[in-house]
């Protein structure tokens, strides 16, 4: 372990993101349990000490304590354009124009429940907690369809604005992106990084909009609950942007990760929970306050 002074300065700076305690070989993700917002942050914090730019490309290859020490000691001192933080980036107006929601979007959305109405016994409770846009639905992801199980119920008015995000990989034929680009699905590019999915996202809230973020990230494969990612928090906290917490129960075992059809005639639950506020909030209690909310619901009767 080196003894100087740079290595000590941003040991200091890398255990204000982890409460582990921090040695020379630690992978960032796997042994101290960096996310993606807080690799960026951590970037930022590099970047107003030394005047050394980390970007996504340069975390990726650097994973490790040691390796990002030694790309800040070989790095320090050079003239480079200072990295901007993530509530900078977030608050930065980008040019971005938003999918029309076609005429035919609310129907596509009427014939698509009528089949899952078909395939299982759902129910929505709490409608009624949804306040006015802009707002960020909150749903814990328990199979590919949760996304039309949250919107499915939500009133025409508000159903027109809310947006979906997607991988490019999802859209490369045609007719694929042309029914995104009319159906309020913003397709990610190949490439893009955390910080452009922000300002993405940014941008659509900041024009009256809401948008649907899973906080897990991916489906469950095992019916609990996963660890919360805070992209939605730190949003809902810089923008002082509403979250609803949506809990998704029995999907799970209606349609879990890696089966190509449902079991038919299974019983789904929706419950739209009480809007939180963010002010007061850090974006970490946040997380905490809508993931817990979420968690009591899905423990209830169990």
Known sequence: TPEDELYKEFVSIVKRFTDKEVFFNDHIEIDLGFDSLDKIELAGAVSSKWGVKLSEEDLSRNSTVEKLYNFIKENEGKPVEKATDLRSMIKENVNLDLPKSAFYHRWIRFYLSVIVRFFFRIRHHGVNNIPKSPFILAPNHQSFIDGLFVVM????????????????KHFKRGWKRYLANR??????????????????????LKKGRS?????????????????????????????????VPVAIK?????????????????????????????????????????????ERVLERNQ
Not at 214 to 241: V, Y
Not at 262 to 284: A, C, M, N, Q, S
């Open 250 to 294: 029995g999907a799970y075992e209606a349609f879990p990760k890696g089966r190509k059809m449902p079991h038919p005639f299974k019983r789904v639950d929706v419950e739209y929970l009480p809007h939180i506020t963010p002010e007061g909030y850090t974006k970490d209690e946040l997380a905490y306050k809508v993931k817990r909310s979420i």
């Open 183 to 204: 159906n309020n699905i913003i397709i990610m590019k190949d490439g893009e990084g955390v910080a452009d999915s922000l300002k993405k996202m940014a941008q659509v």
């Open 211 to 243: 948008v649907i973020i899973f906080p897990e990230g991916t489906r469950t494969r095992d019916g609990m609950l996963n660890e919360f990612k805070q992209s939605f928090s730190l949003l809902a906290c810089e923008l002082n942007i509403p979250v």
């Open 153 to 168: 119920k939500l009133k025409p008015s508000e159903f027109k604005k809310v947006y979906f995000f997607a991988k490019e």
